[in-house]
């Protein structure tokens, strides 16, 4: 008999980056738990399917009370990926393992009773991306010439985004650049997300639920009555976000 030894396949470990929700719980837990709960009865499904980072930096806690707080989200279906600022005594091997060096990009903002019911009768979430091998080298825009639906996310941290057409309740545009809509602006817009404060938002009809560039945000209460249903352009300034009718 023969034996063949044969040399086994390497395994390829690639990196990648992926988009997180970051929550930063504040003491005592209880009041800030009890603002969770509001927020998934105002919001149900906001966590679900996200990827969740627990910031417990500067928080003055021991392992058994981070594990209880683990603990209490998962029983909540939300799922904690990583934990970033514990101590390494705070971690264990059944907890979620150390993150640390996440860039901050733009806030969440929970949706309202009435996007959450549209949500609902939306089909699945989809992702928006460009197809096809990489470019050799990365293109600095996405043009995408039909609209944005409802349940629909797009996400292209390279550059702007123009979209022909418009962006619908529920729906989501995240750029790392600026983001331009020649349509209704109806759902979130997040630009400069990878720390870009000079990208701006430009629509034909401002109907927003949120707007937001490098992780200053406002959301449809915020924003001046004036602006709805005009041609806006939003920029960072001080620390704030401006805008201005366009024409």
């Known amino acids: 008999m023969t034996i063949v030894l044969t040399k086994p ?3 390829r470990l690639k990196g990648r980056s992926f988009l997180a929700l970051s929550l930063a719980p504040e003491l005592p837990f209880e009041d800030w738990l009890a603002g969770l709960d509001d927020l998934a009865a105002r919001s149900a499904g906001f966590f679900l399917r996200r990827p969740v980072v627990l910031d417990v930096d500067g928080l003055d806690i021991d392992k058994a009370e981070l594990r209880k707080l683990v603990d209490d989200l998962s029983r909540r279906n939300v799922r904690v990926m990583g934990i970033e600022g514990a101590r390494p005594s705070l971690l ?20 309202t009773e009435s996007e959450a019911d549209e949500a609902q009768d939306a089909p699945a979430v989809e992702t928006i991306a460009a197809a096809g091998p ?20 797009l996400f292209f941290p390279e550059g702007d985004v123009t979209i022909v057409g418009s ?14 809509v020649y349509g209704t602006l109806r759902g979130r817009a997040l630009a400069g997300t990878t720390g870009n404060g ?12 949120l707007i937001a560039i490098d992780g200053f945000y406002l959301t449809a209460e915020d924003m001046e009555p004036d602006l ?11 620390n704030g976000l401006k805008t201005g009718i366009l024409g």
């Open 92 to 111: 264990g091997a059944d907890m979620p393992p150390a993150m640390s060096d996440g860039r901050p990009a733009s806030d969440f903002e929970p949706p």
């Open 228 to 238: 709805r249903g005009q041609a806006v352009q939003v920029w960072l300034e001080s």
């Open 198 to 209: 000079s990208a701006r938002i430009f629509c034909r009809k401002l109907e927003a639920e």
């Open 167 to 180: 962006v619908a309740s529920g729906a989501e545009v995240v750029a790392g650049g600026s983001i331009h």
């Open 9 to 11: 396949r390497p395994i």
């Open 134 to 153: 990489a470019p050799a080298q990365a293109t600095a825009s996405l043009v995408v010439t039909e609209p944005v639906r409802s349940g629909q996310s």
